[in-house]
């Protein structure tokens, strides 16, 4: 990949000087996050950036890369930017929609022919554009830049939470929605929001059945899901350095977790032997010729206090084994306090499966560590109680695995292997029995478990933890079950204590793969044919959104007041309607089935306030639509956490909801609204969400005063004829007000084109 190395020397070859003026300008030692957002500035000055604080900032990051479910969405929305090609380095990876029910081969042939108009697609228009395509079962996404894309140093965008996983390797690598994407590889700016740093500091080592895991899953513990909004995290300090760079990844991957913009860690040992073990040694070559700048200077790291806004500190020794769960990644109990922890919450403690994969934990490391435990119960007789499934993270991963024994020995366990993909992750998981919506228990090394998230069935109890305390957990069949403290019993009734997991952090005997499944794009795509039949039921060309009229939005109807918890899994659900997500109208057909109204406490019912009848949530918006009458959603705290889909944000779009009022919004879904050219607002006073009445009709009074910095205000008119006036926060700065006047910031780039 020469292409790649000339990029990374030419990032390389401007970083010392752009760093060394930042610190000029800055006036103190530098984090390496901020090393790395000065290097990137658009315009090279940082003085313009240090001087606009904490605001959007522009960036030119040095790649871009799309999975398959929002690659559709983005690159219908990147045709309409009229290019020839991608300005940076961009990639699409087939992942998300292979679904795993009978083991990769049949399942992968299956998705081959059930969704090739997407994939046909999506690689015409890669090869287009002049996009690197990797085929379905090629692997993860975040696994598969890590192996080939990522470098220290580096900024990247990915339309997927989990595009940060790449810190792993030194980089910033941020998730973002497709028309983010669509920016960048047009050869714009990129804007963010200069974030906070938040420095952990990781002392002692980890050893025995404690993993990297375990770091995020307490870091999420002590940050929660939304503790690490607006900031950078940056881990140092000597646990840091006897990590692997795989395990870096892994904690780097579940920042996405507590909302954070992304995580990394300094350039060191553990990323050469990566580096050069996945073929790349002439980027240790390069990188080390600026190592210094690939690491925060070191004064930072010895009083880490003064430069980063919080600071953490965890010791390695004493971490132990983390559980987290359920429903959610943040709620944290150590293996220890488990027995107590399921039999005061009343957790189904019968493990029906146990589930190694995802972009989390999908490493070589990661599935050597398992399956020495899986030998162990093996050689001992025992029978695993629970089901087992894995996803290899990537084919190289999986023909690797597979010459070294560890397929075979989780093989001689009854493990279903599934493709190289996301698979249950992502609810692409055909579990027999899910429909009865039993409560029960599962454990995964994944990095979500949102209620209904991998099998659909709400009682279905996900927790996460590391692979190897997947295995265990998943052998003896009992979520209380402590490896550290309790035995299994044998088939011949023997009790065996398991030894702490064992595994190589590289392969010994090196990579190795046959083929890969990159297909390189065609040196000159004009000439190539992008076709979406106008009867697809999958894919849609894009009509570009109205323009605002300049009035104020008046006589809008509350659509749904969303109650409590509302990711982007309850605003857009994944599993069986990944199928529509390139098909805007027939994937609005779930926009917020998965909320709940706050009145009434059900999910996918509310009032039609025409009609006076209740009915779905986007059949109700339809009727507005139909009716020329605009609606509102309300919702709560972190609306819109999770994933990058912009589908959220462009469902209520298409479906004439013109505003978002919430109490506080995730980073990529608040970034979304905007993009789509939607309002997306907070409560100035949280408790206003308290007023909000099921009958309310909502009047902005001066949206045509719309301007950064300065609240709207909004009448709203309940049910009696009675008035309340309430104000409305908002972050939009000038450029990003340009896209709600003009409908999207699509209609903007198109109409700079055209
Ligand atoms: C996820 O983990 O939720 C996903 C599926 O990878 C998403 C992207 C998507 O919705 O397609 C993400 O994390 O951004
Ligand atoms: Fe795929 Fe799951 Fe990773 Fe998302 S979190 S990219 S669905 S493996």
Known sequence: MAFDIQMIEKVYATLAERVDKAREVVGRPLTLSEKILYAHLWDGNPTTAYTRGKDYVDFAPDRVACQDATAQMALLQFMHANKKTVAVPTTVHCDHLILAKNGAKQDLELANDQSKEVFDFLSSVSDKYGIGFWKPGSGIIHQIVLENYAFPGGMMIGTDSHTVNAGGLGMLAIGVGGADAVDVMSGMSWELKFPKLIGVKLTGKLSGWTAPKDVILKVADILTVKGGTGAIVEYFGEGALSMSCTGKGTICNMGAEIGATTSTFGYDDSMRRYLNATGRKDVVIAADKVADYLTADAEVYANPEQYFDQLIEINLSELEPHINGPFTPDRGTPVSQMKAEVKANDWPVKIEWGLIGSCTNSSYEDMSRAASIVRQAVEHGISPKAEFGINPGSEQIRFTIERDGIIADFEKMGTK?????????????????????????????????????????????????????????AIAGRLDFNPLTDALINDNGEEVMLKTPYGDELPERGFDVEDAGFQAPAEDGSGVNVVVSPTSERLQLLAPFEPWDGKNITGAKLLIKAFGKCTTDHISMAGPWLRFRGHLDNISNNMLIGAVNAFGQATNKVKNQLTGSFGAVPTTARAYKAAGVPSIVVGDHNYGEGSSREHAAMEPRFLGVKAVLVKSFARIHETNLKKQGMLGLTFANEADYDKIQEDDTFNFIDLTEFAPGKPLTIELVHADGSKETILANHTYNESQIGWFVAGSALNLIAAAEA
């Open 417 to 473: 292997v599934f493709t190289n993909a996301c698979g249950p992750c992502i609810g692409q998981w055909d579990r027999e029995g899910a429909d009865k919506q039993e409560k029960n228990t599962i454990v995964h090394s994944f990095n979500r478990n949102f209620s209904k998230r991998a099998d659909g069935n709400p009682n279905t109890h996900a927790f996460v933890t590391s692979p190897e305390m997947v295995a265990a957990l």
